[in-house]
């Protein structure tokens, strides 16, 4: 296929990519109101767990159509994921080895559960700690949050969850290439307990231990189970190697 042709095909998926999430956009509108009713969850707990005045608030005229619009956008974007996330996919097939599909095919099919995973324990802690965050605000004051901001807190939180659930994916992956080793992963065990914890330590609130721990563990343990995935690979390499190298002696 040509340079033109392959420019033609990335402007078709592009187009098809594009449709969908217009689509899913229209279909997050009128799942907005739904969901801020959902993240407006916690906001409710504030005020009848703390006995203070707790609400959004919208500080311009146009702040509640913004909002509605970047809720429905991201509605649109997780409905409209398989559409795009294929014609991703199926852009790139046609250029890679059997070998590069076969990595990619795990990588995928592992990373997109443990993303989610990683999503709905980062959409737990949510109440927990805005709870706890406000929690520090005088009785006396009442805890009024700016939309946007509160939105933006729990995406970005949600987000940074998912993401740590997939990194030890990526050290899977670079295991299987060749360029990390099973014994480089455990002989770095220490330095990635510390940079779990500090990562711990910056999604949640700093006086808040249980949401601490409850984020640190299952990355630590995905982590090791990086580390035994990668561990057998090596094993399995080693094996074959050392078969064909008795097959050439003799």
Do not use: C
Request: hydrophobic residues 60%; neutral net charge.
């Amino acid at each position: 296929m040509s340079l033109a042709e392959h420019f033609v095909e990335l402007r078709k998926r592009l187009f098809r990519s594009a449709i969908a999430l217009l689509v899913g956009a229209v279909v997050g509108w009128f799942l907005a109101d739904f969901v801020m009713d959902a993240l407006r969850g916690p906001i409710t707990q504030i005020a009848a767990q703390q006995g203070r005045e707790a609400t959004l608030n919208y500080d311009s005229i146009t702040g509640a159509f913004d909002l509605k619009m970047q809720v429905a956008v991201t509605i649109g974007a997780v409905i409209s994921s398989p559409v795009w996330l294929y014609q991703i996919w199926a852009f790139f097939v046609p250029a890679m080895t059997r070998k590069e599909l076969k990595y990619a095919f795990g990588f995928f099919f592992t990373a997109v559960p443990l993303f989610i995973a990683g999503g709905v324990v980062g959409w737990m802690l949510v109440p927990h700690i805005v709870s706890l965050l406000t929690s520090f605000a005088p009785e006396q004051d009442a805890a009024i949050i700016g939309a946007k901001t509160y939105f933006d807190f729990i995406m970005k939180l949600v987000l940074a969850v998912g993401i740590a659930f997939v990194l030890p994916v990526f050290l899977v992956l670079f295991n299987f290439v060749g360029i990390l080793s099973a014994k480089s992963i455990i002989a770095s065990w220490r330095w990635a307990l510390i940079l779990i914890v500090l990562f711990t330590a910056i999604a949640t609130p700093a006086a808040d231990v249980l949401s601490m721990f409850l984020l640190a563990i299952p990355m630590v343990g995905l982590y090791f189970a990086a580390y035994g995935v990668a561990w057998l690979h090596d094993r399995r390499v080693t094996k074959v190697a050392d078969r064909l190298e008795a097959e050439l002696a003799a």
